[in-house]
């Protein structure tokens, strides 16, 4: 079993208010927009969802985009995972 996340996050980073997650990135910290990353932040939505959380917002984003997500935007956690319209 691995860790699914591999953003480090400590908990003065993040804060909630009005359903939206809020997370602080420092200004100095880096990600990568890889396949390992675009994993860790949509473990990031799905764990949100699952705490009644509807959106999350990236503060300082060291990055503009992972994946289809932009950073510089709030992102909306998904209904479900691998959602299909059938």
């Known amino acids: 079993l691995?860790?699914?996340?591999l953003l480090k996050l400590r908990e003065?980073?993040?804060?909630?208010?009005n359903k939206t997650l809020y997370?602080?990135?420092?200004?100095?910290?880096?990600?990568?927009?890889?396949?390992?990353?675009?994993?860790?932040f949509e473990a990031l939505?799905?764990?949100a969802k699952e705490f009644g959380i509807e959106k999350v917002v990236?503060?300082?984003?060291?990055?503009?985009?992972?994946?289809?997500?932009e950073l510089t935007k709030e992102n909306k956690v998904p209904i479900a995972p691998n959602l299909r319209k059938i």
Not at 23 to 40: A, G, H, P, W
């Open 45 to 47: 939505l799905l764990t």
């Open 12 to 17: 003065k980073d993040i804060s909630i208010r």
């Open 23 to 40: 997370v602080s990135m420092e200004k100095n910290s880096r990600i990568n927009n890889d396949q390992f990353t675009l994993f860790s």
């Open 2 to 5: 691995k860790k699914s996340m």
């Open 58 to 69: 990236i503060k300082n984003p060291p990055s503009k985009q992972i994946g289809p997500f």
